[in-house]
């Protein structure tokens, strides 16, 4: 069984860093992408940044400058870190793992809230 847990969520004031980690333990091979989506109040789920194997990343446009996101493949671990954060990232936010063992899998973490406001 697989299992994804999230930390770093919070509240914190515009302008202010958090920094996300989600990592994924238990029978979990051949990760490919790794990444994080959000969805605020009555929004649909968006991504937000995904990263490969090899390194290659992609970030929505309201996020670039601001946010990075990385991966420790011995750890299978995703960070995002947050920067100069605004009300607007306000959201639930969850990992998102995919790859491909025998056949292709996803798995989503529980999600965790970040809170932008003064």
């Known amino acids: 069984q697989v299992q994804l847990v999230e930390s770093g969520g919070g509240l914190v004031q515009p302008g202010g860093s958090l920094t996300l980690s989600c990592a994924a333990s238990g029978s979990i091979f051949n990760i490919d992408a790794m990444g994080w989506y959000r969805q605020g109040p009555g929004k649909q789920r968006d991504l937000v940044a995904d990263i490969t194997t090899a390194g290659r990343t992609d970030y929505a446009d309201s996020v670039k400058g601001r946010f990075t996101i990385s991966r420790d493949n011995a750890k299978n671990t995703v960070y995002l870190q947050m920067n100069s954060l605004k009300p607007e990232d306000t959201a639930v936010y969850y990992c998102?793992?995919?790859?491909?063992?025998?056949?292709?899998?996803?798995?989503w973490g529980q999600g965790t809230q970040v809170s932008v406001s003064s």
């Open positions: 998102k793992i995919s790859g491909k063992h025998f056949r292709e899998y996803i798995y």
